[in-house]
């Protein structure tokens, strides 16, 4: 017969269990899309990442719209879904969806980071903590070209601003190297080759990693675009944001300035307490959610459709990530080819033209030679030190006596 102490009922042993640890939290995130550079993309990414830290375990969801620009839109790191026009499908999806700037739905499951002061432009502070340096420069997309003046062309950069950055490169001995609208950068190139200053063009095509690259590896950075003025100023601090009115004495001082500034890395506290004031406000949403009702609406058929989709598309942009990181290889091998040729027509022409002068110098010297030569040779015959009086006077009587007969046989006849 069992005793009634070692007896324990199912009850007892789950009540006496240790509790289960969260629940882990579905979060959405939605990505920017900037108009000139991806710099949002790539602040975004970095507060996700903080939000995974905070609040973990997280799954993060990473969206874009369908406006999203290809570049971005493609990124083989990430798994990024488009988001639906109707966001609340996502709503037995996802625990909390964090979005930027709402302004077109409020559902409940929405966190606006704007509500609490944290804006994008905030949130690049987070890239030096989550941005992978060493990963970034393996893919500069033109490795030959690092280490130069990165300016970002557009209508607010002016000739005064072109004249100070020629000087400032050829000081330097810096390379130039643009982005931007590609009309921007012909106007732009047309500019420093008047003040005798090439530039090389790194297209407008980078994804945000390949852009982060070649601000992270660039001597100076030139910009009238705060959010690249402030991505620089985040990675290493040697930015000038340039302007329409700022005269010649003004970009000259922020260019030197910027050359040999250094970057704040102590924390923003004010960064810091927005970041967690968002942590909780996204904790608490997604806890409120956790015992929502689960309706009749099933979509697992359509899901595992959609992943496959997913996963043939992800396959594609992968591809096609490659094919450009292949052409930007090619690109920087034909560049760095370019310039070897280069430097070897200038040392042509520097041999050409010693070979040129020591020739003329012998044509001279030749020539002198035979100066002198026929100087000794001709020089007597052709130049007498005195005249022969005697043979003068011989001549002039056997002319006058041939006058004399003359005259005696013409009178003589007459």
Do not use: C
């Not at 992978?132 to 690092?146: D, R, V």
């Not at 000087?167 to 420093?192: C, D, E, M, V, W």
Request: charged share 25%; hydrophobic share 40%.
């Amino acid at each position: 017969m069992n005793s009634m102490e070692t007896t324990t009922s199912s009850a007892d042993i789950e009540a006496k269990s240790p509790p289960e640890a969260r629940e882990t939290l579905n979060i959405g995130i939605v990505l920017p899309n900037d108009d000139r550079h991806p710099v949002g993309w790539l602040a975004t990414r970095a507060l996700g990442r903080e939000i995974e830290w905070r609040n973990a375990p997280v799954e993060l969801q990473w969206f874009v719209t369908r406006t999203a620009t290809p570049q971005s839109a493609t990124e083989s790191s990430l798994d990024i879904n488009y988001l639906p026009e109707n966001v609340e499908e996502l709503e037995h999806d996802l625990d909390v969806l964090i979005e930027f700037d709402v302004t077109d739905h409020s559902a409940d499951f929405v966190v606006d980071p704007t509500s609490i002061d944290l804006s994008l432009h905030d949130s690049i502070g987070l890239l030096r903590r989550y941005l992978p340096l060493e990963s970034i420069n393996a893919i500069h997309p033109a490795p030959s070209l690092k280490e130069s003046i990165l300016v970002d062309v557009d209508d607010q950069i002016s000739d005064i601003a072109a004249v100070e950055i020629a000087r400032h490169a050829h000081s330097r001995q810096l390379p130039i190297t643009l982005i931007g609208a590609p009309h921007n950068q012909t106007s732009f190139a047309t500019k420093l080759t008047t003040h005798n200053q090439t530039s090389i063009p790194l297209g407008n095509d980078l994804d945000p990693e390949e852009l982060a690259a070649v601000v992270q590896n660039a001597a100076l950075v030139v910009t009238s675009d705060m959010a690249l003025h402030r991505l620089a100023n985040v990675l290493h601090g040697r930015s000038v944001l340039a302007s329409e009115n700022a005269n010649d004495k003004q970009i000259q001082h922020h260019l030197w300035s910027a050359s040999v500034n250094i970057a704040s890395l102590e924390p923003n506290p004010a960064l810091e307490d927005r970041v967690s004031r968002l942590a909780e406000i996204i904790e608490q949403t997604a806890l409120l959610r956790l015992n929502r009702p689960i309706t009749s609406r099933s979509a697992s058929q359509e899901r595992k459709r959609n992943e496959q989709s997913h996963h043939l598309h992800q396959q594609q942009l992968t591809h096609w990530a490659e094919q450009r990181r292949r052409a930007h290889q090619s690109i920087d091998a034909l560049r760095q080819e370019l310039l070897q040729l280069h430097n070897e027509l200038e040392a042509t022409k520097d041999d050409a033209n010693n070979t040129r002068q020591a020739l003329r110098a012998q044509h001279n010297r030749l020539n002198e030679l035979e100066t002198e030569i026929a100087r000794r040779d001709q020089g007597p015959a052709r130049l007498q030190r005195s005249i022969d009086w005697h043979s003068v006077a011989a001549q002039l009587e056997r002319d006058l006596v041939k006058v004399l007969r003359w005259l005696r046989r013409r009178f003589g006849r007459g």
